[in-house]
T-cell receptor, first 116, second 115 residues
């Protein structure tokens, strides 16, 4: 089945130790997103890629970076995690279609990050 | 600016009964999509239902239906014959059809189903 896959599902890191979260998709979608979600809150968009074009949200801290080496994969790098970065990180994909515009967004299962 | 408002932080419903979750949004666009997503505790966010703004007919998916009032910018979700598995956080979301790639989410409604 086509899907959005996130690895790992749980990640424990130490304060200040860089960490990378990964996302892959088999949907061949041209848009990929990274969201941060804290308990019982709405997902907060960090950034997204439209093909190779990177779009950063204005309030995303510099501590968060992303890479999209190809259509299928996207990575979230947290350079120096702080205690406040402990959250669920959701990857999502969508397709921008010339005829129909932006289509439904599909989410991965998320990676729960714990910062010690 | 696009905003999505869910005014009910928490709702509860008796099993087998019907519940309606509210959502309003603000936009100057005429073409857009609206969505309801469900996120069970510690589980994946999944799409419940989608509405295209240019369609006047309300979307329906089995026990889930929407009441889309474009002029009022209202998009409520009705869950009929509620089941225990419907317990989850429900998010209303909006995206423009033709420009930008962002999805805008409401703050969510936590639905409890009482056996």
């Amino acid at each position: 089945d086509a899907m959005v896959i996130q690895n790992p599902r749980y990640q424990v890191t130490q304060f200040g130790k860089p960490v990378t979260l990964s996302c892959s998709q088999t949907l061949n979608h041209n848009v990929m997103y990274w969201y941060q979600q804290k308990s019982s809150q709405a997902p907060k968009l960090l950034f997204h890629y439209y093909d190779k074009d990177f779009n950063n949200e204005a309030d995303t801290p510099d501590n968060f970076q992303s890479r999209r080496p190809n259509t299928s994969f996207c990575f979230l790098d947290i350079r120096s995690p702080g205690l406040g970065d402990a959250a669920m990180y959701l990857c999502a994909t969508s397709r921008r279609n010339q005829a129909r515009g932006l289509e439904t967004q599909y989410f991965g299962p998320g990676t729960r990050l714990l910062v010690l | 600016a696009q905003t999505v408002t869910q005014s009910q932080p928490e709702m509860s419903v008796q099993e087998a009964e019907t519940v309606t979750l509210s959502c309003t949004y603000d936009t100057s666009e005429s073409d857009y999509y609206l969505f309801w997503y469900k996120q069970p505790p510690s589980r994946q966010m999944i799409l419940v239902i989608r509405q295209e703004a240019y369609k006047q007919q309300n979307a329906t998916e089995n026990r889930f239906s929407v009441n889309f009032q474009k002029a009022a910018k209202s998009f409520s979700l009705k869950i009929s014959d509620s089941q225990l598995g419907d317990a989850a956080m429900y998010f209303c979301a909006y995206t423009k059809l033709n420009t930008g790639n962002q999805f805008y989410f409401g703050t969510g409604t936590s639905l409890t189903v009482i056996p």
